[in-house]
């Protein structure tokens, strides 16, 4: 599984894979944060985008004119299909050994890709997930309300899971390709548990993940996409990922 | 092993250990009949005591929001000269 590493010869190349739904403005502003911050590394952006009707694939478009097709590729998908679908439909065209997971709505903001890369590259970990609950990461625009049910499903996962990260939500991760692939297959679940079920089962597989803080700014433009069930859908993926893994 | 498995067999150990208790009666019957009860009682003191501090020392972050807005002003400046149409949202 090392041998990517070892083989000086052959430089790693990340796949950055982005689901968007009516992104148009934040999926730009995400394109240049990566290329401003990512300047010495071999990447590309996969954007998977399900049938924005507000022109996103148009705002893609027009950046592959600016940064080149073959380091933005758009493979669109005729309508919501739903993450978990969306990480694997992009993960067919991702030519890296490595593959990173994030959001398009900016509260995963790109200046944190340096220091997941040189994690993994001084770990060897397989995975290397972003959390939110050490010194160094945090959220921004969260009421108390929103902090509370944060820490009291956080509590709850970690007694009844035992899953040895801090943060299961979290969906900013960077994956070795095969493990990806493998944890991937074997999930699920849709939506919002489909990132926990990802590194619960990815822990119990017996991977090595490694963690990096984030900040998290909760998304500027455009609306949040979490419904009022949100917490109902959780204590379901919790049950499910209790009997499952 | 499923993880349900795992969390099971560590109660029926538990239960083990207080039926044990009961019949060989080393803490008085009476008791030893309120030691499940104490269980719980601590475990939601636990998970309350966790959400609390967890709560009390929530890491946020104010300064990334002005950091992030900065970015997006210097975002939009470098599309807009690009021909990127970021003008409306």
């Known amino acids: 599984?090392?041998?990517e590493e070892q083989n000086k010869g052959k430089k790693n190349k990340y796949s950055i894979i982005i689901p968007t739904y009516n992104e148009r403005l934040n999926i730009a502003l995400i394109v240049y944060l990566v290329f401003k911050h990512l300047r010495e590394v071999d990447f590309e952006i996969i954007v998977v985008d399900d049938g924005s009707p507000d022109g996103?694939?148009?705002i893609v478009k027009q950046l592959q004119q600016v940064y080149g097709e073959d380091r933005i590729l758009l493979r669109a998908r005729p309508r919501k299909l739903g993450l978990g679908t969306a990480y694997s439909h992009g993960l067919k065209h991702a030519s890296g050994n490595f593959v990173v997971i994030m959001d398009a709505d900016l509260s995963h903001h790109p200046k944190y890709l340096p220091s997941f890369i040189r994690k993994q590259m001084e770990t060897g970990a397989s995975i290397v997930t972003g959390t939110r609950y050490v010194s160094g990461g945090g959220v921004h625009g969260w009421n108390l309300m929103r902090?509370?049910?944060s820490r009291g499903a956080n509590v709850l996962a970690q007694t009844l899971l035992w899953p040895g990260v801090s943060d299961l939500t979290g969906s900013f991760r960077l994956y070795r390709r095969s493990v990806l692939e493998d944890v991937i297959n074997s999930c699920v679940s849709k939506g919002y548990v489909f990132q926990m079920e990802m590194i619960v089962r990815a822990s119990r597989k017996g991977y090595h993940i490694e963690e990096v803080?984030?900040?998290f700014v909760d998304r500027v433009y455009g609306s949040s996409k979490l419904g009022g069930s949100e917490i109902v859908e959780y204590l379901k993926g919790l049950a499910y990922l209790l009997v499952a893994t | 092993m499923k993880h349900i498995i795992k969390i099971s067999s560590l109660l029926v150990a538990i239960m083990a250990f207080w039926i044990g208790l009961l019949e060989t009666s080393i803490v008085p019957r009476s008791n030893a009949w309120?030691?499940?009860?104490?269980?719980?009682?601590?475990?939601?003191c636990y998970g309350l005591l966790m959400v609390g501090v967890g709560l009390m020392r929530f890491p946020t972050c104010p300064q990334e929001a002005g950091l992030l807005q900065k970015d997006i002003v210097e975002a939009k400046e470098f599309l807009k000269q690009r021909g990127v149409d970021v003008g409306s949202d």
């Open chain 1, 1 to 3: 599984m090392e041998e």
């Open chain 1, 56 to 58: 996103t694939q148009d």
């Open chain 1, 147 to 149: 902090k509370l049910t």
């Open chain 1, 213 to 215: 803080p984030i900040t």
């Open chain 2, 34 to 44: 309120l030691l499940p009860i104490y269980l719980i009682v601590s475990l939601g």
